[in-house]
């Protein structure tokens, strides 16, 4: 039995963030427009975000907060749609919302409020939804896409990819958009795990177990890239904001550098202790910067214990360096299963920086996570979608 065929102005496959803003804008520009996903349920990665709160947007988004193999891509796309921009349509649907910190905005209530609002945009454009479907096959023919699927043939005469990476694959994530562009002869800049808790094999995962749930705020380090923020030990190695930073930026058997007390001077503080209070334990001079827990255990780690009377001045230094200047190797990452996004992705080098394109093929478009585009902690993943879907649409006469 002959499956039954429909047309539209464009098709949209994945039903995110980027998929459903796009389809919506295209929509209400009087565009015939369907969005298709393989899951039922849609929008994971928005309901999960940000503790259940979406931290959508960052009202300091900028194309420095941006990893790419072509650093100036993005600007083009986050000039022409800011956080702003984003914010209005938020404030237009009453979603109360709040900036945690580092321009970083959450929904009052529910990330569910993020997802309701692109699905009214999307009803309110007239786009239809065929979720929970399955893609056997993507060709051009013509001047059109062909898309064929468990229910239907689906023939489009714009194409957009919105599949994002290969992060969480618990709630969906696949690499089918980097298997369509790879069919379209675009290139993949390989894809890692990035924003992604780092692990340890050695003593250092023991000694991260012990103290495991126990957060400071650090400094961290690698190459000539530093991140400074929330640090938090937990039993397979280290997490928390700044490590997930700096992951997107570290590579397997390179060093990275932990200062644990980044607002202080901790050699001449234990200097300037060593003279003042003299029979003062190390320890408890150093729990006035750091945790107890974790002061007890550098001091045994290090074998450095007892009154600062009796501690040379190299040794102080020692256990200064070991606070400011924690030198370690990470044995890898915990991978795609906790990492917030993918880095790479679909070569840029591909696409048009103006309007998401592919520069090969005429009307296939890819937007948001699934290329090569990665940005910072902190909302600003969400921020490409929003701007990344807008350069699409906005480019439609």
């Known amino acids: 039995m002959a499956k039954p065929s429909c047309a539209f102005d464009v098709a949209v496959i994945g039903a995110g963030a980027a998929g459903l803003f796009a389809a919506s804008l295209v929509g209400a520009k009087g565009y015939s427009t369907i969005v298709l996903d393989h899951r039922e349920r849609i929008a994971e990665k928005i309901r999960i975000s ?15 907060n941006f990893l790419s193999n072509n650093r100036h ?16 349509l938020v404030k237009s649907y009453n979603i109360a919302f709040h900036e945690k910190k580092l321009g970083q905005l959450f929904c009052d209530d529910s990330a569910q409020n993020i997802i309701d609002m692109l699905l009214s945009e999307c009803q309110k454009a007239g786009v239809i939804k065929s979720f929970g479907i399955t893609i056997s096959n993507v060709e051009k023919q013509g001047d059109n896409f062909i898309i064929t699927t468990d229910k239907q043939i689906i023939k489009a005469r714009k194409l957009v990819i919105a599949t994002g990476g290969l992060s969480i694959p618990k709630i969906g994530a696949t690499g089918f958009g980097y298997d369509i562009a790879r069919q379209f002869g675009l290139s993949i800049i390989k894809p890692r795990p990035a924003l992604v808790p780092l692990t340890f094999t050695d003593h250092l995962k023991e000694n991260c177990a012990a103290l495991s749930g126990l957060s400071v705020e650090a400094s961290v380090n690698f190459a000539k890239t530093s991140f400074a923020e929330g640090l938090l030990f937990t039993h397979r190695g280290l997490s928390g904001p700044s490590i997930l930073q700096i992951s997107s930026y570290w590579r397997e058997g390179q060093n990275i550098s932990v200062n644990m007390a980044p607002d202080d001077d901790v050699f001449a503080m234990l200097i300037s202790a060593k003279s003042d209070t003299p029979r003062t334990d190390i320890t408890t001079t150093l729990s006035q910067i750091l945790p107890k827990r974790l002061a007890q255990q550098i001091t045994t780690e290090l074998s450095i214990t007892g009154r600062l009377a009796d501690l040379s001045d190299k040794k102080l230094r020692l256990m200064a360096d070991r606070i400011s200047s924690w030198q370690m190797v990470p044995a890898g990452t915990e991978g795609y299963r906790t990492a917030e996004v993918t880095l790479g992705g679909v070569d840029t080098k591909c696409l048009s920086s103006k309007d998401m394109q592919s520069k090969t093929t005429e009307g296939l478009y890819f937007i948001g996570e699934v290329m090569d585009v990665t940005g910072h902690l902190g909302g600003h993943n969400f921020q490409w979608a929003w701007a990344s879907a807008y350069a699409m649409a906005n480019s439609l006469p």
């Open 73 to 88: 891509f993005a600007k083009s796309a986050l000039a022409s749609y800011s956080p702003h921009d984003f914010i209005e």
């Open 50 to 64: 940000g503790g259940g709160r979406c931290n959508f947007t960052n009202l300091y988004s900028n194309a420095e």
